[in-house]
Nanobody, 114 residues
């Protein structure tokens, strides 16, 4: 059974940084594309960043140049380095992968104050 656990969220002032982690288990992590999504209050969940098994990355326009997605296949961990945070980045951030089925973590809250 696939399990995804996010960590690293918290409260930060605008302009600050946070690094999120997603620890995966129950899957062959190194062959899976991994994704970060976020959902702000009253808004739909949106794709923030993706990383393929080979390390290719894509980003939402809203976070390009500020967020960096990466992965460590030796430890089954994916990261999201978030810099120059703004209040618009406030959301619950979720880890996701499609491995036999759609798998989601429970999310980690990021709150950015102005």
């Amino acid at each position: 059974q696939v399990r995804l656990v996010e960590s690293g969220g918290g409260s930060v002032q605008a302009g600050g940084s946070l690094r999120l982690s997603c620890t995966a288990s129950g899957m062959n992590f190194k062959i899976a594309a991994m994704h970060w999504y976020r959902q702000a209050p009253g808004k739909e969940r949106e794709l923030v960043a993706s990383i393929t098994s080979s390390g290719s990355t894509t980003y939402a326009d809203s976070v390009k140049g500020r967020f960096t997605i990466s992965r460590n296949n030796a430890y089954n961990i994916m990261y999201l380095q978030m810099d120059s945070l703004t209040p618009e980045d406030t959301a619950v951030y979720y880890c996701n992968t499609y491995y036999r089925t759609d798998n989601w973590g429970r999310g980690t809250q990021v709150t950015v104050s102005s």
